[in-house]
């Protein structure tokens, strides 16, 4: 993006979105009733059913992850049961605090940040509780730890009345997820990560079981409320305004992933991760997430040589990017190199040579 002003997103979301994906919203805008409405959800709806591998719906909603998060708190845990949160970083810790803000009865597993949770530690807790649901992050953008999803779903359904909901706010489009396959009920996502949009879009992939749950429960609420989301995505809309411009832009963007092909797509975030890896281990860094664990999506650097990433931001600032300082309780104890989206293996390249020259490497 040609813009003297513009500094080249390196965060862990927004990131950066291509010139191409932005000019999508400039589409004359069309009435959310309308049959050239319809036509636009239904393109949508299958190619992300495509990308999220499920025959299920999924729900398109105006609004960030964080609204998934209550609507799946909301309408898959019912009145006097439990849900089992798996918490191990900032975002895991606010999606339990939201199933208890809303009234719902939290177990939660704690493991120490940057490390991940395993199946064993679900099987354990299965055998002796009974819960509604058990929740956990795919992809722990805090820590930069990605969790054994697939591992974890063989375990929830052997029990026929837990539902299995995952975070991928940060890990869809990024990370290897295959929904039916793994038994995921929900898989909760917005635009601003690795699918590489503006904020403002969540979208869910929702199985049958869940709609059936969601009928048992008496206080679904209002907007989050997936029975009635459901009824209006059978005729290709939803209940409420939404935003228009930005379902353009991801017509456009899913167009473009499918294009790629999503298994493209997770090698090109795989070779990044280990661009970036190789890159603090031989710079003497150091990595905060466990190794066999660390994230496609974004690296947590263990800052191991304790520079001052204030320092750094700025002087990466004046090389025309936007870079992260860390997060929550590992701030400047951490700093976190996002490699997400659409971004390229020679525009991290670059990234990596602008820390060096503040290395002074």
Known sequence: MANSTHKRLVIPGPVEVRREVLDAQTAWMIGHRTK??????????????????????VFIHGSSGTGMWEGASRNCIRDGKKALHLVGGAFSERWAEVSQLNGKQVDIINVDWG????????????????????????????????????????????????????????????????VDEWGIDVALTSSQKAFALPPGLAFAAVSDRTLA??????????????????????????PATPPVSLMFAADKQLSD???????????????????????AIAREMGLFAQEGYRSPIVTTVANGLNINV????????????????????????????????????????????????????
């Open 115 to 178: 490390k991940p949770h395993t199946p064993d530690m679900v099987a354990d807790a299965l055998k002796k509780e009974t819960y509604d649901a058990v929740c956990v992050v795919h992809n722990e953008t805090s820590t930069g730890v990605t969790n054994p999803i697939k591992a974890m779903g063989e375990i929830v359904h052997q029990y026929e009345d837990t539902l299995f909901l995952v975070d991928t706010v940060s890990g869809f489009l990024g990370a290897e997820l295959r």
């Open 36 to 57: 050239a409405f319809e036509e636009l959800f239904a393109s949508i709806e299958a190619k992300l059913k495509q990308s999220f591998f499920t025959q299920n719906r």
């Open 310 to 361: 204030d320092d750094m931001a700025k002087f990466m600032g004046g090389k025309g990017f936007s870079m992260d300082k860390g997060y929550g309780q590992i701030k400047g104890k951490t700093f976190r190199i996002a490699h997400m989206g659409d971004m390229e293996i020679s525009t991290l390249e670059e990234v990596l040579s602008g820390l060096d020259e503040f290395l002074g490497v």
């Open 213 to 238: 749950r969601a009928k048992q429960v008496t206080n679904r609420g209002y907007y989050f409320d997936f029975v009635e989301i459901d009824k209006l995505l059978q005729k290709n809309n939803t």
């Open 257 to 279: 992933i499918v294009a790629e092909g999503l298994e493209n797509r997770w090698a090109r975030h795989l070779q990044m991760r280990d661009i970036t890896t190789q890159w």
